[in-house]
T-cell receptor
Framework: DAGVIQSPRHEVTEMGQEVTLRCKPI?????LFWYRQTMMRGLELLIY????????DSGMPEDRFSAKMPNASFSTLKIQPSEPRDSAVYFC????????????FGEGSRLTVL | GENVEQHPSTLSVQEGDSAVIKCTYS??????FPWYKQELGKGPQLIID?????GEKKDQRIAVTLNKTAKHFSLHITETQPEDSAVYFC??????????FGKGTRLSVIA
């Protein structure tokens, strides 16, 4: 299995631009999670889906952030408009289901907003 | 909601010595406590986990202990090697709730 696949691996953009991060979970996994990692705040859960349905988006910092999961094999995290404080590494992770144990992480998308 | 505190934030040990990382959690309903290792430029990867019906679990050079009464759990790495250098995260969850992570410990093993 290829694991969780994220793209792009690196993104540099200017303040105000739209950013879209993409994730393909492991086939057969029913739960998908978006995390943000910064030095100051560690790994923060932004939003998670179960069976393609958003369950909890209370971690999304602002309305500028949105996430979708149109089908079982694809999810996007969008930031519009982006700001310098959004600079971080964004991780997507998947698991068989909620409360089933191991999370499998992708390699992350490093976002730099100038 | 759950809150996980992790200490220390950085740890340096000599090769061959032991390393211990400690975490506390706040939600008594939490029953699953995994540890993840993150190498540079990669995503976190599960190395060991423990559930609340067990007090200790060991896998070769790594072991975890859990004290549910005190709400703390620890990671022990014995005979450390340079390849153990990484950032380690503890986490906790209960039922169908997602994992809440500690802020991480950067472990450096000095050869």
């Amino acid at each position: 299995d290829a694991g969780v696949i994220q793209s792009p691996r690196h993104e540099v953009t200017e303040m105000g631009q739209e950013v879209t991060l993409r994730c393909k979970p492991i086939s057969g996994h029913n739960s998908l999670f978006w995390y943000r990692q910064t030095m100051m705040r560690g790994l923060e859960l932004l939003i998670y889906f179960n069976n393609n349905v958003p369950i909890d988006d209370s971690g999304m910092p602002e309305d500028r952030f949105s996430a979708k999961m149109p089908n079982a094999s694809f999810s996007t995290l969008k930031i519009q408009p982006s700001e310098p404080r959004d600079s971080a590494v964004y991780f997507c992770a998947s698991s068989l289901g909620l409360g089933t144990g191991e999370l499998f992480f992708g390699e992350g998308s490093r976002l730099t907003v100038l | 909601g759950e809150n996980v505190e992790q200490h220390p934030s950085t740890l340096s040990v000599q090769e061959g010595d032991s390393a211990v990382i400690k975490c506390t959690y706040s939600d008594s309903a939490s029953n699953y406590f995994p540890w993840y290792k993150q190498e540079l430029g990669k995503g976190p990867q599960l190395i060991i986990d423990i559930r609340s019906n067990v007090g200790e679990k060991k896998d070769q050079r790594i072991a975890v202990t859990l004290n549910k009464t005190a709400k703390h759990f620890s990671l022990h790495i014995t005979e450390t090697q340079p390849e153990d250098s990484a950032v380690y995260f503890c986490a906790a969850s209960g039922g169908n709730t997602p994992l809440v992570f500690g802020k991480g410990t950067r472990l450096s093993v000095i050869a």
